[in-house]
């Protein structure tokens, strides 16, 4: 790493990271603080290549919402909707089926699947979906259901525990979960952005039950609304925390806030 181009006050951090050492959250506001990217990216660099080399991948993938009818109303959303509202929808299994078979035509390896906590989709629903898709192609990744659809469809639909909940999702096809739902961890925030959604304990314990299980999934957080720098920091201090533990996320998802046609958009 090229030190002169690194500022005074990110050079103890750029050392750190050269040197293996963990950075600790008042380095992390630090690197938030910071406009010169280019020497964020070349202290990130150094991590890269030490993790991946001079790789890249990505996955071709379709991504699918099966639906938006969601028991929720989360305030930073403009994705949900009532089954009355006149842009709610819900697509069938068979629909669902065509449009991941064109797919895979074009050469897709995975689909990517969320929707709303819908209020009257049965669980042989949702497994037939996974089992018809898994008769496509056995090889298709299945990446499907965040957080908080799996706690919906554990205490609302299968009316299991989680952990069993997961077993016969997997058993039906489920080859990973998606990291959706994080949003922002602090309480506070979320009260004001996602009020009656899980906690950051719930989802946490979501994906730790899952990669006990031997699973994989992603983590994502929500930026760009009333949180604070701070806030960031403390989110990511607890998705590191639990990768410390399991070792299961595969990637980290930064979300930006999109504020219009929500009940947030006053925020800029």
Same mark, same amino acid.
């Given at each position: ?19 293996? =050492? ?16 280019? &020497? ?34 989360? =305030?930073?959303?403009?994705?949900? &909707? ?15 089926? /065509? ?21 009257? %989709? ?5 497994? &037939?979906?996974?089992?018809?898709? /898994?008769? %496509?192609?056995?090889?298709?990744? *299945? ?11 554990? =205490? ?15 058993? &039906?096809?489920?080859?990973? *979960? ?5 949003? !922002?961890?602090?309480?506070?925030? /979320? ?34 609304? !009333? ?10 201090? =607890? ?9 299961? #996320?595969?990637? #980290?998802?930064?979300?930006? #806030? ?11």
């Amino acid at each position: 790493m090229n030190y002169l181009l690194i500022p005074k006050e990110l050079r103890p951090i750029a050392e750190k990271v050269e040197a293996r =050492q963990r950075i600790s959250e008042a380095d992390a506001l630090t690197l938030y603080r910071s406009n010169d990217l280019n &020497a964020l990216g070349m202290i990130a660099n150094v991590v890269r290549e030490r993790k991946n080399g001079n790789y890249a991948t990505y996955i071709h993938n379709r991504y699918i919402n099966y639906s938006n009818i969601c028991v929720l109303s989360c =305030q930073f959303c403009a994705f949900a &909707a009532k089954k009355r509202d006149a842009h709610a929808f819900e697509y069938a299994i068979d629909e669902i089926i /065509r449009v991941v078979r064109e797919a895979l035509r074009l050469g897709i390896t995975e689909v990517h699947m969320v929707g709303g906590l819908h209020p009257t %989709l049965k669980k042989d629903w949702y497994l &037939a979906l996974l089992r018809e898709l /898994r008769a %496509l192609d056995p090889d298709l990744h *299945i990446k499907a259901f965040t957080a908080i659809e799996i706690r919906h469809l554990a =205490q609302r639909i299968f009316r299991m525990p989680i952990r069993d909940t997961l077993e016969i999702l997997r058993v &039906a096809g489920l080859g990973s *979960i998606t990291g959706g739902g994080a949003e !922002i961890f602090d309480p506070v925030v /979320r009260d004001t952005i996602c009020r009656g959604k899980e906690t950051a304990a719930e989802w946490l314990d979501v994906h730790r039950t899952w990669h006990r299980m031997g699973g994989r999934s992603t983590c994502t957080m929500l930026y760009g609304h !009333i949180e604070t720098l701070a806030h960031r920091v403390d989110h990511l201090r =607890q998705l590191r925390e639990l990768q410390d533990e399991t070792g299961g #996320f595969t990637g #980290f998802v930064p979300f930006a #806030f999109e504020p219009q046609t929500t009940v947030l958009s006053h925020i800029k």
